[in-house]
């Protein structure tokens, strides 16, 4: 099926889940920054792409939101003891997502510096706009907030697949 039902997520939802997850996964390799000042094999590799994938990332949670707002009445049912906190995480997974392209890119505007994605210029260097890089210096602790909450939700999708054996995994995959 291409749409949700409510049984389980579509061909469309799946896509965006699973490529998203994949690239997410991507931008936190940034953290490996903080080894050796980023020279070894995936600092060299992967985390340049850095800005670039942002930016896709960027314009896939923008078509995301509006996938889902499309779909928000034929998805999954939740279990109603725990469907508020279930609700509620993937809000704030949502928000998350959305706030770390943008943050990311006050961090350049701000700062001055202009933003390339895949080798196209979206903005050229300029003046420093000292309240944008304030609010673009929230992109590091909100990446420490997405890194945990992804991996409560790792770990909530284990515990339905392994313990609880549900089929909650199931329908995502
Ligand atoms: C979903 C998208 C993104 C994720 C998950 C993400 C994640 C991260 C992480 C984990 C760090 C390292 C923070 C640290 O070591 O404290 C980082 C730093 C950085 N990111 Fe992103 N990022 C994303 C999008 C972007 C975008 C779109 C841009 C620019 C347009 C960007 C620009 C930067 C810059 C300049 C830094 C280094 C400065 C800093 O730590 O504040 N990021 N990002
Ligand atoms: C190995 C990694 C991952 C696994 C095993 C996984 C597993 C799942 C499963 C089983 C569901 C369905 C839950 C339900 O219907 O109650 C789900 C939904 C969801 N996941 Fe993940 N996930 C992973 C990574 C991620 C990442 C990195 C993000 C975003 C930061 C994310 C965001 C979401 C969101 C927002 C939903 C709600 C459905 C939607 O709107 O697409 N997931 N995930």
Known sequence: ???????????????????????????????????AEGEHWIGETLVPWHISIGVLLFVLIALRIIWALTQRHNRPVQDPKTAILVKGGHFLLYAAMLLMPLTGAMVMLGNGYGLTA???QLAAKGDEIPWVAAVGSLHSPLAW?????????????????????????????
């Open 118 to 120: 895949f080798g196209v």
């Open 1 to 35: 099926m291409t749409i949700d039902t409510k049984e389980r997520y579509g061909k469309i939802t799946r896509s965006f889940h699973w490529i998203m997850a994949l690239l997410i996964g991507w931008q936190l390799l940034k953290f490996g920054d903080r080894i």
């Open 145 to 173: 907030l997405l890194l945990i909450m992804v991996v409560g939700h790792i770990g909530m999708a284990l515990l339905h697949h392994f313990i609880k054996r549900d089929g909650v995994m199931q329908r995502m995959v």
